[in-house]
């Protein structure tokens, strides 16, 4: 019987959140639980005081016995799971300039990075980096953000091998 230690799963995956987020444009490795990389973000990220809408193709069953977070429409969830940033962006919440932390951090599942090629400014950023992200030409817009500290963090899994890259709301995007 194979024995799965899910806190440690859980640091090791979350350092890897961390990275990603922190340098944005980088990529790093998560760790598989219950055979999934996106049930083993959603097993870092969600726990009983915080609300999650899933439009993903994921059974989230176990996840909810786990956590015990809240269900919620994608309005007013803390964390959206999905497949198409671009049309999740626009619906999710972005804070308060009070509590910017009120925002929703996305996580968005696909199946390669391959997509739009953009130039990355800003923090966690030497000068500037380029990389390929799967998102449209109108996403540079909706993401970029005029009113600071407002906005979203995205996350980008690769559901086939577990990469992850990132994307913070401190991040300037430039179509190249």
Known sequence: M?????EKNNRENFRSLLDCLSMPGSTNKIEKLFDSYVLSIASVLLYSE??????SKNDFTLIDTITNAKKEDIKNA????CEDVNEVLL?????TFLNPDFSATIICIVDSFEGTLLKLKGPGINIQKEEYY????????QFN?????LGNEIFFINKNNGMLRALSRTTKLELM
């Open 2 to 6: 194979n024995i799965v230690d899910i």
């Open 78 to 81: 803390d964390y959206i799971f």
């Open 91 to 95: 619906l999710a919440k972005k804070g």
């Open 134 to 141: 799967p998102v449209n030409k109108e996403f540079i817009n």
């Open 145 to 149: 953000n005029k009113s600071f500290p």
């Open 50 to 55: 915080v609300s999650y809408a899933n439009s």
